[in-house]
């Protein structure tokens, strides 16, 4: 062995040299500030060709400054969504405190399977998992949960456990042709047949129910739909609730959901459907679940507090739901990845429970301390309870109060903006989350009418499609003559779930994501309508 070379690479790579890293990340740093001074997402373009073509790999052993310029143009060349005239999803800057957590995980790189590979950051899942349970079930006597890869893993946890209730010991059987099927409503994510399709059911399995125009499961058809399946022989393994949709944000009754299926299940005298709830998006509404209108201390205005009073009655449909999906990486404004599934009551995950013989490596194990017992994942990152912690203590829940009511009163003033145009039409006028969806028609139409006499089936298809055509026709219009450096970037979404008549109702999306989107941003996002109508 060259025992210099050794040393150099020790010195190098397994060292810790302050002033070389942090040097480097000051010039992050620096990118960071410069980016700022540009529009969004208009950074570099992208060179895929050279990139399978060529992926180089050095020769000789070099320093960190080879580490950083081999990745830096593709960092200098991804978009940090810094800036306020980002609208388009359910996507935001991640927070400082986050960074602060998140670099501290990075430093001691635990391994979230076994106490014994991370001692104490096991101890911070708990601990994160139990403030998140805390804020959304209220008063619950044993929650428990995991951090996940994101929201998709944490449904699919959901959905598993449904599996084990219907037909149990799936998980060493197999499903070997057990008639199982999954509900949700047609606003629900498409990582709900993600996982119809991953844990063997099938997608064709996964049944979806029509919403109201508020985007709400309708239960009529919910209870429709499950005595259709259990007429049919099947086995109803979970309904999958929304809080809060991705686009419109609608909010699915938890509690009703809960009465509907456990009545219909004894009716049958079989076992209650698991109730999960995507609240992926959602889950945020909980820092509300206290706030005193009357005092109303953010001194918020008069339609928010309303809206911030009828929030505060859906969230307590949390209480009736078995377990919840929610992304810390979406309104926690936390970094990927911060996924929680927690459940309402810790014995439920036993159903996920492998014994220690099924797994050598971990015969020490404890399934207290040790989520390798019942996790998917082996390997699993830290990121999510020190993303978690930090920002939640950090900013704190007044913070967070302060942070997501602003983000609803920035969407009612949007809302009531683009209202007063006659050729619009908000779509999602009466739901309470960050994101608004409507319609720009020609200037001289009434969008209003025209939408009511779709919704009472009073348009001929012909009426239908030139319509909708017309709104992606305005769009694609603001797209052409975007003005990068003020216009904010807003987004189209082919269907917000509701669908009258079986029609699929696409839509302009702008979502508050960014605290930093103003009233200036929303009086320019009006004047871009006016301007291509
Ligand atoms: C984003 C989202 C998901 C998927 O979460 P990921 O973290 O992106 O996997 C699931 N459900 C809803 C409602 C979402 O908005």
Redesign the pocket.
Known sequence: MDQAALKKLTDTFFTFDRESILQIFDEFLSAMEAESHLPPGSLMSRNYETAQANPEIHTLPGNLKDARDAIFPYFWGTDGWQSRLHLEN?KGPANNASLIGALACLLKNPNLCVDTYCLRSNELEVKAITALANLIFYHTDSPWGVFTM????S?LYGGKLGIEKVAPATMQKGLAGEPISGIVSETG?Y?NATLAGWLGMGTENLHTVATDNQFSMRLDLLAEKIDWLYDNGRKIAFVIA?F???DAYGIDDIRGIRELIRRKAAERGVAEPHLHV?A??GWVSSFLAEYDIETNRLQVEHDTLQAIGRLKRATEGFAFADSV?I?F??MGWGHY?S?AFIVNRREDLGRLLRSVDQMPYFCEADCRHDPALFTLECSRPGLGPYAVMASLNGIGLQGYQTLVANAMQMAIKLKKAISELEYCKVLNMDTIGPSVLFWVLPRGRDANAIYERLERGELSPNEVERTLFEVHRMYEKREATLQPAVDAKLSYTQSTGYKPHGIAIPAWKAAFFNPKSDEAVIAQVVESIERVA
């Open positions: 359910v994101g929201g998709t893993i449904n994510h990582s929304t809060g949709s991705t995507d992926a998006v999906t992304d990486h979406k990845p996924s």
